[in-house]
């Protein structure tokens, strides 16, 4: 894709566009189309079987990426009326209808800020960010998606759920080898240390492990971080714990992006669009204030464990409940580490690495 503010700038893009075209898929045709901007990606998953049916399965809001590539998914999309939901839906269906759909699609649209919708394109496949919709569904499309390809009729399970709406709400987050801090830059290499969230409402897809070498051929998705809440603001909680609780070194990833989405005030209020990263998200200065951060934890933990040393010699040094405090320790109810244990301000050094290691 190329943008095109001005008669100036065509033929150029005319060219680039044709040849990438043509290297790519061995057709250099292009076409244009009118730029929406604010945007809104909203696209509908369909499932349609040999007998001509298709179905909607819900929405999904895709408008958080990068480069034109996806980085957060929700179903369902924040802020339609369910009269709005509808019309979308019927457009999605008309365009599987006319291709004949006999499989999972996904019908791929632009909101404009006048709620008008402009088509984009039919994906005939699975989408990575199918799991948001099986969570509010309770379809399990990639079995769906089997038996349809096999050629049986769509499922009662699947007609129910396109005649409902969608219970509750899901979001996803691709975890991606990726810095945030440098553009969304690539960054290959050795995974040191890999912990996943889980518990109620949470559900992780991934094959990544500990010891596993992201190599810089492929592409770079690690992991799909799913939550699933009553209503979209529980959602958002249990995102900000799932978060909170993933830990990932020896790589950059986007773990820091995907946390400051789960806390930033426009995001939870539903104000999105396709340019939402370039106006909210200054990764540079994250990057910045993390690695000021992970300064001072060295410089408290060289500290506390010279303060440590001085009392252990007879000093004057710290009480044992204060230390402890001071330590993320237990005060009561069972003892503390033994030696070896790592302090708070070495655990607070490690998260900064883990979010934002050295280059």
Known sequence: M??????????????????????????????????ILPARHIEVQLLGDVSGRVIALGERDCS???????????????????????????????????????????????????GSYHFLEVNTRLQVEHGVTELVSGVDIVQEQLLLAAGRPLSDQALRASARPAS????????????????????????????????????????????????????????????????????????????????????????????????????????????????????????SDAASLASLAAALSVAMNGWSSLATRGGAGPSRSAAAALHGWPTSGEEAPGDGAPTWADAALEAMVDRWPAT
Not at 11 to 30: I, K, Q, W
Not at 77 to 101: C, D, M, N, Q, T
């Open 2 to 35: 190329r943008r095109v503010t001005s008669a100036r700038e065509l033929p150029a893009a005319l060219v680039e566009g044709s040849h990438e075209a043509t290297s790519a898929f061995g057709d250099g045709r292009v076409y244009l189309e009118r730029e």
């Open 64 to 114: 958080i990426q990068r480069r034109h590539q996806k980085l957060v998914e929700e179903a369902p999309a924040p802020g339609l009326s369910e009269e709005e939901r509808r019309a979308l839906h019927g457009l999605a269906v008309s365009v599987g209808k006319a291709a004949r759909l006999s499989n999972a699609a996904t019908a791929e649209f632009l909101r404009s800020q006048d």
């Open 168 to 287: 509750g709400h899901a979001i996803e987050v691709r975890l991606s080898a990726e810095d945030p801090g440098r553009d969304f830059t690539p960054t290959p290499g050795l995974i040191r240390h890999w912990q996943m969230p889980a518990g109620e409402g949470i559900r992780v897809d991934t094959a990544t492990a500990a010891g596993d070498r992201v190599p810089p051929e492929y592409d770079n998705l690690l992991a799909k971080v799913m939550v699933h809440g009553a209503d979209r603001l529980e959602a958002l909680d249990r995102l900000a714990d799932a978060l909170a609780a993933t830990q990932v070194a020896g790589i950059q990833t986007t773990l820091p992006f995907h946390r400051f989405v789960a806390g930033h005030e426009g995001f939870r209020a539903g104000d999105v669009s396709t340019g939402w990263v370039g106006e909210k998200w200054d990764g540079p200065a994250a990057a």
